[in-house]
């Protein structure tokens, strides 16, 4: 099982596709059911979470063997920079005890260079 956080963007949409397409099972973990409903009609597992809530992102990521792991972007009206430092706290708590036997991030989409702006200085 592959699991995804940042599944129903498009990168993280694409790689959801892809696996389903050479027959993977596929878990797409969002905050919001409704935004993964085109892939679980093409056979992605949804999983509701907010990825601050450690314990249950731990175990949607227990589910599986493999994650990509994409930190969802942080409100462009606030600090950015703060939101998406906690969020990656927040996975990276619970990576730990996850049992995953592969992780893989994707980071810095839409960044650009310079200080406290976001993605790029927190996933750098």
């Known amino acids: 099982m592959f699991v995804l956080i940042g599944g129903t963007g ?6 959801a596709r892809a696996l389903l397409a050479k027959g993977h099972p596929v878990t797409v973990i969002t905050r919001d059911r409704t935004h993964g409903a085109e892939l679980e009609a093409a056979g992605a597992r949804i999983a509701e979470a907010d990825i601050r809530d450690v314990a249950a992102l731990r175990a949607v990521l227990q589910s599986g063997r493999r994650a990509f792991l994409l930190n969802p972007p ?5 600090d950015t920079d703060r939101e998406e430092r906690r969020n ?11 049992g995953l036997e592969k992780v893989v991030v994707q980071s810095t989409y839409g960044a650009f260079h310079g200080t406290a702006c976001g993605d790029l200085t927190v996933l750098h």
């Open 74 to 78: 942080a409100d462009p009206s606030g």
């Open 88 to 98: 990656v706290e927040a996975i990276m708590a619970a990576l730990d005890g996850s």
């Open 10 to 15: 498009q990168v993280g949409a694409a790689a």
